[in-house]
């Protein structure tokens, strides 16, 4: 298997305020991150996960963890060769959380193949560079989607639409909620299918503003 050098990618939010740094390792077709995220809302976190992926970029593992002061929170979210999750919790000082976690029920991710972390842009790469997206086409997904910062995990059906190519190499990706919330945004991808900016989610930090955002002839 042959990897490529590890990429650190940052991003950075205003409102509400917060940040990620994560070292992404792209080995042909498999991603492992480590990753580290501040937060402020609903109240100040400290967030720091792993991710591995199996072929095809298909989300095989995730261990996040989230701490305040005087409290804890793990989730170690796991898929088998078969399909079928399993999600299972730490807790410490949780009487001191002021954040409840609704019971996660894992045969409802049925038909998902990929982990969508809250409030993460890297988590938005897996399903567009597994189809191409950041070049042609739209897909529907199943997601298994983590919520920040109490980490409940949910069905959460989503879309993907490549909308047009930027100089560069760039390329912006159309995401919808199907979930009856309306939520759209346009994101803006690099040329290796990693997100630069996700409106009010994340933007790349020491990048974007350098980069051309016109569409290529």
């Not at 983590?146 to 949910?154: A, E, G, I, K, Y």
């Not at 993907?160 to 759209?184: C, K, M």
């Amino acid at each position: 298997m042959v990897a490529r050098p590890s990429r650190c990618l940052a991003w950075s939010r205003a409102d509400p305020f917060g940040g990620e740094f994560v070292e992404v390792r792209v080995m042909e077709d498999r991603i492992g991150a480590i990753g580290v995220a501040l937060g402020s809302a609903p109240l100040p976190y400290r967030l720091d996960y792993t991710l591995e992926t199996r072929a095809e970029f298909v989300s095989e593992n995730l261990v996040v963890s989230v701490r305040g002061d005087g409290w804890k929170r793990t989730l170690n979210l796991h898929q088998t060769h078969s399909g079928s999750w399993k999600a299972s919790y730490e807790e410490e000082g949780v009487r001191q959380v002021p954040l409840q976690r609704i019971v996660t029920d894992a045969s409802g991710l049925a038909g998902a193949l990929d982990v969508d972390l809250g409030l993460s842009p890297l988590f938005n790469t897996m399903p567009v560079i597994r189809h191409g997206l950041n070049r042609h086409g739209r897909f529907d997904f199943i997601m298994a989607w983590v919520s920040v910062p109490d980490l409940t995990v949910h069905r959460s059906p989503q879309r993907y639409s490549f909308v047009r190519a930027l100089d560069q190499g760039l390329s912006v990706v159309r995401f919808e909620s199907l979930a009856g919330d309306g939520f759209v945004a346009d994101l803006t991808y690099d040329a290796e299918g990693f997100v630069i900016d996700y409106p009010g989610i994340g933007r790349r930090i020491g990048l974007l503003d350098g980069a051309s955002t016109t569409p290529s002839s």
